[in-house]
């Protein structure tokens, strides 16, 4: 493994054309044949034998289940599933462990940035993509041994529709989707709230749509204790709130037998503790090691474990709060943008793991390249910095800079240093993590370093952050800036279908952002690790955090344990 | 023939600056079988140090570091600590002034009296338990019975006593160290426990050291008197003659600061010099109104006077006639 | 009479107990957070960005979390009255039952930790006290310091380390519980247990060494040692049962301590205790499980000190009828 960036990652990045993709893998999906040519063989020939499974393995297939079938993993969680309710993710290791086991979404979104099909086969727009037609994959059972067809789709999307029930994904699908309908057994159609091209990427998200079965749960049910059937390589089992969740194989997976017997999630929040698990072989498989133990396996003083670095597990930005008496000057903003050095701050807070960013797109993407294109980044610059500061009408007031604890804390110590240098009388605030939310929900901050992830689409994802009529709902959009153009911006882009144009609409957006200077993108950060004992065989994870994506390259369905 | 016969006891302290403190000097004297010997003499004199090792109970700063107590002939200042547990609460008793604070708060008087029993005698619970209820009638606690289970705090000072008496007596032991057994009572009281360690003592024939510095009690009690002063031993004599016609200056002093009807009261000029720096020659000269040269110079030894045959012993160059006080 | 004094220091709990309650209701309601927003998957906004305002609306409905504090403080109390503590919202599970299924591991390790503290802490405090300046001291007070300076977590992972990575001869997490297998629960128990139990053991012998050396002026032990008893008899049954009676009330109070749980010990080795429970209720702002463990921890260190009381009333004849 690599403890930077590697090469081929960002390669195969750009080479997947992840927008490209976008439309194209949604026409060509109708096709059954995904045409993403850097999409890995094993996923090609899972789709290829999909539907061949339910009919029966192969021999070499059975030979080899046989031969690598059973065993128990225990995999050491950094966060636990707070809730086995379908439509409840707390937290991206929630939503993981979820998706990874007994839940699965229509389609998914893979490491590549391809859509890829799951529960559906495929799926297509009219023209203006103002209904959406998916084909469900037939002959998946539901653990319960129910097949499903169009009436659980529809019964799952209408429960995340309907408000009552407190959805996870209802804020993301409720504008989108105006009704849905069956055309037979194994066909849904979606009639948008107008035009929704990008409708497939938002639904690719395990936390906004996962597919159980009719009536899994009562209206308004959001208390469970055992979590509904789902239709993924494992069943629920067991669940211990804050001490693990168990799932079993569940032989009947659509997908072909997985080979592990049982999977227990063990919730163990020191970093430290999954690590030393790891080496008594306690646990198998973990996540969110410390850079400090990779850099003990890389160098060989600790053996027989693998790690390899969630390279996308999540990016940081810095964020302005535009409302704020000192941050409503443009100038001071951007005085305190050319103050941040981005490469610095990596250097400091992150071991230098990490890569800069300019907007919320993976580098060497077709995004970074409009973005690059449209808006140069602002390299840190102490003295343009002071020059900007001094013309301003900034007067010393101190700067309510707010991080969480833990990982925000240095973060918090290298950029107050840096905004001092130039000028800036900085109160570092390191707070609690449900304080640290609250001010930002409350406005009681000027400037605050934040996460994200990446969901395939720069816009799309971070659309929320953005909108006016969200800066009421303060916990969407915290820089609180509104600017009913860059609306309707986002608007159009919804409805776009040609990749081009969506470059096009991405590039004008991506201007108004930078010409706003309401955000200043740190990088992806590169500090969090899998790792797992090395006789541990077929894990793959996504890079970003997520070890799962069931069928698509990896997840827990193919792990085994060599003799 | 006397049951104790200290000799030449000197009592070192180890002082926490480096130094030592001598708090017993070259003392000597004896205590037949079933006699009285009262010690008195002011507070710090080493009336208390002196009973203290005669029990081997000193703190573990002191040390005896000459001399040798004899009990029984044997001598004490030699024994190893299981040897002297056999001893102590057996052969030797001894009961001490503070009777709210020497008895054992947490565990009932019964049982601190029969456990005296079981230890020594080896004797099991039940017959303890009526041996201690025995010797609690003998002390004249009323209702020996309940007494049994009773605490500590549930009795007043002169019962405590009673009970420490119940337990010092117990195994019958040859002889009883009384140190100021009497001085934190009421006078009533005070004389109720006397009577009681009286009467015990003429019953059991013991040997009785008393300490006090009350010399009316002592005069009462007492079969013979020694007077410390400045942890060394000034007067030792028959207790009516001593008291009559004490023959050392300083003994005279202290019956003259007894406060008497229809006397003028006389204090000892002067007060106690610093054991940490005894004065050369006579420890009393600073104090003494008949001091000379010589007394200043020279320390005098315990010795018989004369005329020889009442047993009276003074450590003095010039000591008094005898008769009443000199003119 | 012993009975009437233990019902009258019972009745005396109650105003306590329900102080108790008021506070810790307000207070878990002062912590800062939004749980509607947590409920809806928001952390540092982590993955969500987009919450609709009707399912903000619909949740904060369900969770009951519009109506005034008293009547939530009320309903609250009327149920606790009868056992219920509540339901969290995050799962259908009664606070009380996750309670009841956590308890047990907390109290096996507070106890363990107790015997092994107090089988370490009572010889060697008395030892260091009967020979003040000896070795026997000397190792009691580095026992002392070491408990007292060295962090619990970092000794437990130091333990970790040397028993479980190197040695391996003792697991790193978890728990078993003693019917499903004793010998599995032994091992998972040991490391914690010294953790805790060194730090209680340093508690009690810096205790009982000081409160020893007083009792031994006492002027009881001198006429003890004047009864010829032994020294065994002497230090052990005159000294120790009144050197208990101060060291009780510290015990109590540090039995309670750990019958509430150690958040960090029980973090490190992934301990499924209550205050690990109540940890991971404070992130999820589970507020329902908050309230209901520190109620039931409260409840924990206000009994484990009337117990404590009750004891010293047992060993102390002077308190029992005044």
């Known amino acids: 493994m690599s403890m930077k960036p590697s090469a081929t990652w960002v390669r195969s990045l750009t080479g997947a054309c992840i927008g490209a993709a976008l439309l194209a893998v949604a026409a060509a999906c109708g096709a059954e044949e995904p045409t993403a040519t850097a999409v890995p063989t094993p996923t090609t020939e899972f789709f290829e034998a999909g539907g061949a499974s339910a009919a029966g393995v192969a021999a070499g297939e059975a030979e080899l289940w046989e031969e690598r079938q059973g065993g128990t993993l225990i995999f050491g969680s950094a966060k636990e599933v707070t809730s086995p309710h379908a439509f409840t993710t707390t937290s991206s290791v929630d939503g ?24 559906a086969t495929s799926w297509v727009a009219n023209d203006d993509s103002s209904v959406w037609t998916f084909h469900l994959r037939q002959g998946v059972l539901f653990h319960n041994g129910v097949e499903m067809t169009s009436a659980d789709v529809i019964w799952s999307v209408n429960y995340v529709m309907d408000a009552n029930n407190a959805a996870r994904g209802h804020g993301e699908l409720a504008p989108l989707v105006r009704s849905i309908e069956a055309v037979d057994k194994y066909t849904v159609r979606f009639n948008m709230a107008g035009s929704q091209s990008s409708f497939p990427i938002i639904i690719s998200d395990i936390s906004v749509l996962p597919i159980i079965p009719v009536d899994s749960l009562e209206p308004g049910e959001i208390q469970v204790r055992e979590g509904s059937p789902g239709t993924g390589p494992f069943k629920f089992d067991e669940w211990v709130p804050a001490s693990k969740t168990v799932v079993t194989r569940f032989d009947d997976y659509w997908g072909g037998k997985p080979y592990l017997e049982k999977i227990v999630f063990q919730l163990i929040a020191s970093a430290t503790s999954r690590g030393n698990a790891l080496r008594t072989r306690e646990i198998q498989l973990t996540e969110r090691l410390t850079p400090i133990f990779a850099g003990r396996v890389e160098s060989g003083e600790i053996g027989a474990i693998e790690v390899s670095p969630a390279t996308r597990s999540g990016y940081r930005r810095v964020i302005f709060n535009v409302d704020s008496p000192i941050f409503d000057d443009i100038d001071v903003r951007l005085a305190a943008t050319y103050a941040m050095d981005m490469q610095k701050l990596l250097d400091e807070a992150f071991f ?23 808006c140069p980044r602002r390299e840190g610059d102490p003295d343009k910095a002071r020059a900007l500061l001094a013309a301003s009408s900034y007067a010393g007031e101190p700067i309510r800079l707010i991080v969480g604890r833990g990982q925000g804390e240095p973060i918090g110590v290298s950029l107050s240093r840096q905004l001092r240098d130039v000028g800036f009388n900085v109160n570092l605030q390191v707070l609690e993590s449900g304080v640290y939310d609250d001010k930002q929900a409350t406005g009681d901050f000027d400037l605050s370093p934040k996460g994200g992830s990446w969901g395939g689409d720069p816009v799309i994802d971070a659309a929320g952050r953005w909108r006016c009529e969200l800066t009421e709902l303060h916990y969407n959009n915290q820089t609180r800036y509104c600017n009913p153009e860059l609306d309707s911006m986002i608007d159009v882009y919804y409805g776009l279908t040609e990749i081009e144009d969506k470059l096009a609409q991405y590039s004008k957006i991506a201007t108004i952002l930078y010409d706003a200077v309401i955000t200043k993108h740190m990088g992806w950060n590169f500090t969090r690790f899998f790792g797992w004992n090395d006789n541990l065989k077929g894990f793959e994870h996504r890079g970003e955090g997520g070890y799962t994506r069931g069928p698509i390259g990896g997840g827990l369905w193919r792990v085994y344990f060599e003799d | 023939m006397a049951i104790l016969d200290v000799q030449h006891l000197t009592v070192d302290f180890a002082l926490d600056d480096g130094g030592t403190l001598r708090a017993v000097d070259d003392t000597s004297f004896t205590i037949d079988s079933g006699e009285v010997l009262g010690l008195v003499g002011e507070s710090g004199s080493g009336k208390s140090v002196t009973a203290l090792s005669i029990m081997r109970l000193l703190d573990s700063q002191a040390d005896i570091t000459a001399g040798r107590i004899l009990f029984d002939g044997e001598d004490l200042a030699t024994k190893s600590e299981a040897e002297m547990r056999t001893i102590r609460g057996q052969r030797i008793s001894m009961i001490f002034q503070e009777p709210m604070t020497s008895l054992n708060p947490a565990y009932t008087v019964g049982d601190q009296v029969s456990e005296v029993f079981r230890h020594h005698l080896h004797m099991g619970f039940g017959e303890s338990k009526q041996r201690a209820i025995e010797m609690f009638e003998r002390v004249k606690i ?53 009577s009681v360690i009286q009467d015990l003592q003429h019953d059991m024939g013991l040997a009785l050291l008393f300490i006090s510095h009350d010399l009316e009690v002592v005069a009462q009690m007492c079969d013979k008197v020694a007077v410390m002063y400045g942890a060394r ?14 023959r050392h200056p300083y003994t005279d002093g202290l019956l003259r600061s007894i406060p008497r009807r229809g006397q003028p009261l006389t204090p000892i000029a002067g007060t106690i010099f610093d054991l940490r720096s005894p004065p050369d020659g006579c420890r009393f000269h600073p104090r003494c109104p008949y001091a000379e040269d010589r007394c200043r110079r020279e320390t005098p030894e315990l010795r018989a006077l004369e005329p020889a045959g009442d047993g009276r012993l003074a450590a003095c160059h010039f000591p008094l006639a005898g008769v009443g006080a000199k003119a | 009479m012993l009975i009437r004094y233990s019902l009258r220091r019972l009745l005396e709990t109650i105003p306590t107990l329900f102080i108790i309650s008021v506070i810790v209701f307000s207070l878990v309601l002062l912590i800062p957070g939004d749980r509607v927003l947590v409920m809806l998957g928001y952390s540092g906004g982590d993955i969500a960005d987009v919450i609709s305002k009707e399912v903000y609306a619909a949740m904060e409905i369900r969770l009951g979390v519009n109506d005034p504090i008293p009547l939530q403080y009320a309903r609250w109390l009327g149920r606790a009255l009868q056992g219920d503590l509540g339901t969290s919202p995050l799962h259908a599970i009664p606070v009380m039952d996750i309670i009841l299924a956590r308890l047990p591991a907390t109290i096996y390790l507070a106890l363990a930790s107790i015997i092994l503290g107090t089988l370490v802490a009572i010889p060697l405090g008395v030892a260091a006290a009967v020979k003040q300046n000896t070795w026997v001291d000397h190792l009691a007070n580095g026992v002392v310091l070491f408990g007292l300076v060295t962090p619990g977590f970092w000794v437990a992972l130091m333990l970790v380390l040397l028993f479980g990575v190197y040695l391996g001869w003792l697991p790193t997490f978890g728990y078993t519980a003693p019917q499903d297998d004793f010998v599995e629960f032994l091992r998972h128990i040991t490391l914690p247990t010294i953790v805790l139990g060194l730090d209680f053991a340093a508690n009690v012998i810096r205790f009982i060494r000081t409160d020893f050396i007083e009792q031994m002026r006492e002027d009881y032990v001198r006429t003890a040692r004047a009864k010829g008893l032994s020294e065994r008899l002497v230090i052990w049954k005159h000294i120790f049962k009144n050197s208990m009676l101060a060291t009780v009330t510290v015990l109590g109070f540090d039995i309670s301590r750990l019958m509430g749980g150690s958040t960090i010990i029980e973090s490190i080795f992934a301990y499924p205790g209550i205050s690990f429970l109540l940890l991971q209720s404070i992130f999820n702002r589970d507020f329902a499980t908050v309230q209901g463990v520190v109620i039931f921890i409260a409840l924990m260190v206000v009994f484990m000190n009337y117990l404590a009381d009750i004891l010293y009333a047992l060993l102390n004849p002077r308190i029992r009828y005044e």
């Open chain 2, 142 to 194: 009323p209702r020996p019975k309940d007494t049994y289970g009773k605490f500590p705090h549930e009795f007043s000072g002169g019962m405590r006593q009673r009970v420490m008496i119940a337990i010092a007596l117990a195994c019958g032991p040859d002889l009883l160290i009384a140190d100021e057994p009497t001085t934190a009572l009421d006078v009533t009281i005070q004389a109720q426990v006397l």
């Open chain 1, 352 to 374: 230098g793991l990490g890569a800069l960013m300019d907007g919320v797109v993976p580098p060497g993407s077709i995004w970074d390249d409009t973005l690059r294109a449209c």
């Open chain 2, 233 to 246: 031993l000034m007067e030792v004599g028959e207790s009516t003659s001593l008291f009559t016609g004490p």
């Open chain 1, 96 to 119: 993981h462990t979820k998706e990874a086991t007994w839940l699965e979404p229509l389609i998914q979104l893979g490491g590549d940035g391809n859509l890829y099909p799951v529960l």
